[in-house]
């Protein structure tokens, strides 16, 4: 006999033709929820609040897939919501969704809609769990605000600010210990200005240092060793490597050098030619 814990498995390792295939029903407020849906009590009275939260004239939109028996070798098919939607008359979402990777564990999407589009903070939920795993903010169907990311633990893993859509502003990333593990700069959407990483956990020490500009790296990129010391110096134009490479051992010392044209390795020779000092 299989559970639903795992259903999952199951289903992952069956054929394309025996994925589970969703439909969608629909219930109003005031009425039965529909015996093709719900099962149990325990079903009944997760659905009853949002029923009863509903607006005049709205709806709950429900999809639900059925596993056939003969994926899972249980007696019968399994049956289970997989989405549950608030919708106006005109069936436009409108309200809160909640999505299921599996109806009897905790959901792994909650999400607002008006008139049609997300509005509100939609939330994201790491697998059979109720910690979050990451806080969008939504405005008429826009990211507006900053958009959260979490480790398991419940740390901020990351920050994201958005204007418009867009990412805007200085973005970051953070350790599971909740040290700063890196910040970039965006401007419409597109990297630019330093973006700089740190060593896990180290406090303030720089790993690498990448400019951007319109998205593109161009400048000089280096990395460090956590004493601080130079590890390489890579300098970029348009998105290419364009310059003199550098790489240097732990004790600071110059080890190589590599010429490169426009994403192109050169002999310092060529290099030099072309660029005299």
């Given at each position: 006999?299989?559970?639903f814990g795992c259903?999952?498995?199951?289903?992952?390792?069956?054929?394309?033709?025996?994925e589970?295939?969703?439909d969608?029903?629909f219930?109003?407020?005031g009425?039965?929820?529909?015996n093709?849906?719900?099962?149990?009590d325990g079903?009944?009275?997760r659905?009853?609040?949002l029923?009863?939260s509903?607006?005049d004239?709205h709806r709950?939109e429900?999809?639900f897939?059925?596993?056939?028996?003969?994926?899972?070798?249980y007696k019968?098919?399994?049956r289970y919501?997989r989405?549950v939607?608030a919708?106006d008359?005109a069936?436009?979402?409108?309200g809160?969704?909640?999505e299921?990777h599996?109806?009897?564990q905790p959901?792994?999407?909650?999400?607002?809609y008006k008139?049609?589009?997300?509005?509100?903070?939609?939330?994201?939920?790491h697998?059979?769990?109720?910690q979050?795993q990451?806080?969008?903010?939504?405005k008429a169907g826009q990211?507006e605000g900053?958009k959260?990311?979490?480790?398991?633990?419940?740390?901020?893993a990351?920050e994201t600010p958005?204007?418009g859509g867009?990412?805007?502003?200085?973005?970051r990333?953070?350790t599971?210990?909740?040290?700063l593990?890196?910040k970039?700069?965006?401007v419409?959407g597109?990297?630019d200005?330093e973006s700089?990483d740190?060593?896990?956990?180290?406090?303030?020490k720089?790993?690498?240092v990448?400019?951007?500009?319109?998205?593109?790296?161009?400048?000089?990129?280096r990395?460090?060793?956590?004493?601080?010391?130079?590890?390489w110096?890579?300098?970029?134009?348009n998105n290419?490597?364009?310059?003199?490479?550098?790489?240097?051992a732990?004790?600071?010392?110059l080890?190589?050098?590599?010429h490169w044209?426009?994403?192109?390795?050169v002999?310092?020779?060529e290099?030099?030619?072309k660029?005299?000092p």
């Open positions: 006999m299989i559970t259903l999952l498995a199951v289903v992952g390792m069956a054929s394309v033709a025996d589970p295939k969703p969608v029903g219930v109003a407020k009425e039965t929820l529909p093709a849906v719900v099962t149990s079903d009944v009275n659905l009853k609040p029923l009863e509903l607006p004239g709950l429900l999809e897939v059925t596993v056939p028996k003969a994926v899972t070798n019968d098919d399994l919501a989405r939607t919708v008359a069936g436009k979402p409108d809160l969704e909640i299921f599996n109806w009897y959901p792994i999407r909650k999400t607002t008139h049609g589009v997300r509005d509100g903070v939609e939330e994201l939920f697998p059979s769990t109720d979050k990451s806080e969008i903010p939504w990211i900053v959260k990311t979490y480790h398991v633990n419940g740390v901020v990351g958005y204007v867009k990412t805007q502003g200085e973005a990333a953070f599971a210990k909740g040290a593990l890196r970039v700069r965006f419409d597109k990297r200005g700089v740190y060593w896990p956990d180290s406090g303030d720089i790993d690498r990448i400019p951007y500009r319109k998205g593109m790296v161009d400048g000089v990129s990395s460090f060793y956590l004493d601080g010391k130079p590890k110096e890579k300098p970029f134009r290419l490597q364009h310059g003199i490479e550098k790489q240097f732990p004790d600071g010392m080890e190589r050098e590599r044209i426009d994403g192109d390795a002999s310092a020779e290099f030099q030619a660029y005299k």
